[in-house]
């Protein structure tokens, strides 16, 4: 096992739209999205700080910083998951979001998670 299998850890993000707080007339959008985050190395890691890149259709960014994920910051040990959901709103009916947790390992190593890429639409914006 190489060094870098040490600090692995999955994410699964899976987006939902929220047509009942959403208010198209009002440019807004919302959504809700869960995140399952699973540590397939061979060390405890635990999330302290999240980084996220939020892009609308008209290209407009929003970068979100802060501590832990729904007030946590969670510790997991190999082949443990911890699963949250949280949501976002834009105002364009379709969007992306991607960006990393920033962990700590057992051993004190600092390594990046990277969240893939993944849209955030209303089921009728896309064809």
Same mark, same amino acid.
């Given at each position: 096992?190489?060094?870098? @299998?040490?600090?692995?850890? =999955? /994410?699964? *993000? /899976? *987006? +939902?739209?929220? *047509?009942? +707080? !959403?208010?198209?007339?009002?440019?807004?959008? &919302?959504?809700?999205? $869960?995140? $399952?985050?699973?540590?397939?190395?061979?060390?405890?890691?635990?999330? &302290?700080?999240?980084?996220?890149?939020? $892009?609308?259709? @008209?290209?407009?960014?929003? %970068? &979100?910083?802060?501590?832990?994920? &729904?007030?946590? +910051? *969670?510790?997991?040990?190999?082949? =443990? !998951?911890? =699963?949250?959901?949280?949501?976002?709103?834009?105002?364009?009916?379709?969007?992306?979001?991607?960006?990393?947790?920033?962990?700590?390992? =057992?051993?004190?190593?600092?390594? @990046?998670?990277?969240?893939? %890429?993944?849209?955030?639409?209303?089921?009728?914006?896309?064809?």
């Amino acid at each position: 096992m190489t060094a870098p @299998d040490k600090y692995r850890i =999955e /994410i699964i *993000p /899976i *987006p +939902q739209y929220l *047509p009942e +707080q !959403s208010a198209p007339e009002d440019k807004r959008y &919302v959504f809700a999205y $869960t995140i $399952t985050i699973r540590n397939l190395g061979s060390i405890a890691a635990q999330l &302290v700080s999240r980084h996220w890149i939020i $892009t609308d259709a @008209d290209n407009q960014i929003q %970068e &979100v910083r802060g501590l832990g994920v &729904v007030g946590k +910051q *969670p510790l997991l040990q190999p082949g =443990e !998951s911890f =699963e949250y959901t949280s949501g976002s709103s834009l105002t364009t009916a379709i969007g992306t979001m991607k960006g990393s947790y920033q962990m700590v390992a =057992e051993d004190g190593t600092h390594f @990046d998670a990277e969240i893939p %890429e993944f849209v955030l639409a209303k089921p009728s914006a896309l064809h």
